[in-house]
């Protein structure tokens, strides 16, 4: 159980473009969802808190505008990076937490990388 | 504040040596406490969890107990192998869900 998927798993994109990536949770439902970038061989830095029917909370330095987030359903969030750049390429990762606990199952990631 | 450290890598070891990776954590109240562990090219995968003090995650051979009196969640494993090569990340919770992570360490383990 406590499956996180994500769509798609590598993305090629060319600068200017805008990127949809999908994360949903395939057997249990999640009023919030989490949204992480990586760097290689660095850690996981939090960008935003996808809440289920309201706005995502942005962390300290990452653009709204740039990271759009939508959560319409307890099953389903995307985040949308608008007119994408090659400093935006990265290691996409979501996470959700089962209604009522406090652990977080990952998906397996999104690669984009833009030309 | 709230934060994890975690002793830098990467370790190496020979296959069926024992394993400690060493992780602190400063927080304000209870936090929960994770390892994540990360495989090349995957997302992260629960590996262990506590909750409160004194509990002991295990997993796979893994453990790590939460020691409140040392600030201390290290993971330790009696016998690794080569499959369990892969960057571990320590964890702890905050109000909201909000996960805070430790810089991670990678873990290479020859045959």
């Known amino acids: 159980g406590a499956v996180v998927s994500q769509h798609p798993s590598w993305v090629i994109c060319k600068s200017g473009t805008s990127v949809k990536i999908e994360c949903r949770s395939l057997?249990?439902?999640?009023?919030?969802m989490f949204w992480y970038r990586q760097f290689p061989k660095q850690s996981l830095m939090l960008m935003a808190t996808s809440n289920e029917g309201s706005k995502a909370t942005y962390e300290q330095g990452v653009e709204k505008d740039k990271f759009l987030i939508n959560h319409a359903s307890l099953t389903l969030s995307t985040l949308t990076v608008t007119s994408a750049h090659p400093e935006d390429s990265s290691f996409y990762i979501c996470s959700a937490n089962p209604s009522g606990t406090d652990t977080q199952y990952f998906g397996p990631g999104t690669r984009l990388t833009v030309l | 504040g709230n934060s994890v450290t975690q002793m830098e890598g990467p370790v190496t070891l020979s296959e069926e040596a024992f394993l400690t990776i060493n992780c602190t954590y400063t927080?304000?109240?209870?936090?929960?406490l994770f390892w994540y562990v990360q495989y090349p090219g995957e997302g992260l995968q629960l590996l262990l969890k506590?909750?409160?003090?004194?509990d002991k995650g295990s997993n796979k051979g893994f453990e790590a107990t939460y020691r409140k009196e040392t600030t201390s969640f290290h993971l330790e494993k009696g016998s690794v192998q080569v499959s369990d090569s892969a960057v571990y990340f320590c964890?702890?919770?905050?109000?909201?869900?909000?996960?805070?992570f430790g810089q991670g360490t990678e873990l290479s383990v020859k045959p």
């Open positions: 964890a702890l919770s905050i109000q909201g869900g909000k996960l805070i």
């Open positions: 057997d249990f439902q999640a009023t919030t």
């Open positions: 506590a909750t409160k003090a004194d």
């Open positions: 927080a304000t109240g209870y936090p929960s």
